[in-house]
């Protein structure tokens, strides 16, 4: 068995711990035995996408986010969406996941076209939202708790009929005002929290690989694992987070 | 000198001491006390004095006090805000215990190191002769944004002062083009021979030309995203340094680099006197400042040859028979730059990662799956691992990931129960600390030491 990862743009979108992601997915996959490499899209590169089965897809800056945009513009933009609607496992936090809305409107009314892939929309706001969060998954992405980091000032508004990925407990999530949280549409798994989220959340992380390896091998037994440390670290955080 | 600032300084004189006596180190109290007395005290305090203020993500403390040596060896009696307080209120209360009684600053030089954040409001009160920007590096992102966002803070503090000359790094595509538009004299400083590992960068924060966009290209790499930088599409590139180190020989000792300096056209033989490429390049900010403010080059020179630890950053003691070393670490770059120093060391060696998340440190630790934590965690030398700090369940994480198994790694809260345990250690230790947790481990070492049995890397 072997999946295949391909980080998106990791030279413009790698802002805080992304990398993280994907190391924790390659190594809870090795220590299962499944064989795992790890490729990238870089801006300016084309290739076929058809080739993989889990894509990562992290945070920038605006500046950064500006020159990917030209980039999307291109048939990677195309790629992408064939892959999202073939059913493809994505993992997309923070600027990467705004980019898969429709586009984002700034403070002062400018209008930037992003990817399209699912209905939902980012606006600029003034107050960054920062701080440790917690939300709870909703199916099909599981019930367990996800604890994380977020810090945005876009506010993410999901299309009608579009599933969050889970519902806030503390913290602010897409908006600060409808309570959910990220986005879940096909395969693809969208949220604002960096951490990076998945070493925390093992759980989360063993729900992206599975779905992968369900999609690809149509199974998706994975066996567990010694996760000690991965739950003290959620623990922690989710009983200091529920306490404030 | 107006009656209110007397009142202020006095005030903040008094409030600095009952903190003292009181046990607290308190900086930012007294300063704000004096701001309440007098909104002009700051102004008012630096009249008549020569400043000179460092700024920038990562070496502020190091050559600020390379340069307030250097200052002192020149003859010139030299304020330096040593505690760290680099905010508004803590500067603003450094310069207003300068006062004398009858309003008269009492050092005529100040060295001033100010956060990158704060720089706009401490150049809005005060006009620096010269002001040195280190380097900008993705820093405590939950506190300022973005580096994009800190870079255009720094610029608009400079803008506040158009007279200041500026000392740039040259290395950091980030820095170098901080003042592109303004009006500022600039002197530049950096290598000009490649150090350490090369080969494109997996993370950097200066991807792209901060001008058009395009992707920066490197011919020479020193450390992180510091090197011979050069864009491409739009032509701008490295400045050439007025002051640059030409020649630095392969093999160094691990305490002391020997080097080549060019200052304009003159070559020096120099000596500076901490490990760490990063040093280096605080060692030639302090030099650039010394030829900016027109002085001649020994004491500065001698300086950075003599250049000592400064508070948690490369400090050495002895616990038991066990050698430690403490290095701050704040951000992935410096974090993967004292691993880098900590494996090219020819010894085992065992380290301990104390990581929290007060608002000192920034409440977000993302930042340590960025760093090179791999490079030590899989080098043959390394022994025992610890983890440490609120967030030391994180830690360990990263540990895990990085190639540790699990009973390898110990988590241990109680900073005295740490050092006893590395007091039976074989290994040299590294503490690699983040600034609250510095703090605290060396008040504990500070005890266990008996507060002087420490010698000076």
Known sequence: MTIRICHLYPDALNLYGDRGNVLCMQKRLLWRGIRCEVDSLKIGETKSLSGYDIFFMGGGQDFEQEVLLRDLGSQNGQSIRTAIEDGKTFLCICGGYQILGTHYETKEGRRCGFLGAIDLYTTGGDKRLIGNYAYRLEEPSGTETVVGFENHSGRTYLGKGVKPLGHVLKGFGNNGKDGTEGVRYKNVFGTYSHGPVLPKNPVLCDRILSTAIHHKYGEEELLPLEDAFETAAHAKMLHRICKS | ?457
């Open chain 2, 1 to 457: 000198m107006v009656l209110k600032t007397i009142l202020a300084a006095g005030a903040c004189k008094i409030a600095r001491r009952v903190l003292h006596l009181t046990g607290r180190g308190g900086t930012t109290v007294p300063g704000r006390i004096a701001m309440a007395i007098d909104r002009d005290v700051l102004t008012a305090s630096a009249r008549g004095m020569h400043i000179v203020l460092v700024t920038g993500t990562n070496g502020k403390t190091t050559t600020s006090r390379m340069i307030e040596k250097g200052l002192s060896l020149a003859g010139e009696a030299c304020l330096l805000n040593r505690s760290g307080a680099n905010l508004l209120p803590g500067i603003t209360a450094e310069m207003a215990c300068n006062l004398s009684r009858m309003g008269k600053p009492r050092a005529d030089w100040a060295v001033v190191e100010c956060d990158e954040g704060a720089l706009h409001l401490v150049t809005a009160r005060i006009k620096p002769d010269v002001i040195i920007v280190t380097n900008l590096f993705r820093d405590q992102l939950d506190r300022y944004g973005e580096v994009m966002h800190t870079r255009e803070e720094i610029r608009e503090g400079i803008r506040l002062s158009p007279e200041s000359l500026l000392c740039l790094n040259a290395d950091c595509p980030l820095t170098a083009t901080a003042a592109e538009g303004l009006s500022n004299p600039v002197l530049y400083y950096g290598l000009d021979v490649p150090a350490g590992e090369q080969g494109e960068r997996e993370l950097s924060d200066a991807r792209y030309c901060m001008s058009c966009g395009g992707e920066l290209v490197y011919d020479a790499y020193t450390y992180a995203h510091l090197g011979a930088w050069r864009c491409p599409s739009c032509g701008r590139r490295r400045p050439r340094p007025d002051v640059a180190v030409i020649e630095l020989p392969e093999s160094q000792g691990s305490r002391t680099f020997h080097v080549t300096m060019r200052l304009g056209e003159q070559e020096h033989k120099a000596r500076v006197g901490l490990p760490a490429i990063y040093n280096l390049y605080n060692a030639l900010a302090a030099v650039c400042v010394g030829k900016a403010l027109g002085m001649p080059e020994k004491p500065f020179l001698d300086a950075v040859a003599s250049a000592e630890a400064a508070f948690g950053r490369m400090e050495s003691f002895t616990v038991g028979k066990c050698e430690i070393q403490v290095i701050l670490v704040k951000n992935p770059a410096g974090c993967s730059q004292a691993m880098a120093y900590i494996a090219g060391t020819d010894r085992a060696y065992g380290v301990a990662f104390c990581l929290n998340d007060k608002i000192a440190d920034g409440t977000d630790i993302s930042w340590i799956w960025d760093a090179d934590t791999e490079k030590i965690v899989c080098d043959s030398k390394r022994r025992s691992l610890w983890a440490a700090g609120t967030r030391a369940e994180d830690m360990q994480l990263r540990l895990k990931y990085a190639g540790a198994r699990e009973d390898e790694i110990h988590l241990e809260r109680d900073y005295g129960r740490l050092l006893e345990d590395m007091a039976n250690k074989e290994e040299r230790v590294f503490i690699l600390p983040n600034y609250t947790a510095m703090l605290e481990i060396r008040q504990v070492l500070a005890k266990k030491t008996g507060g002087e049995a420490f010698w000076k890397g």
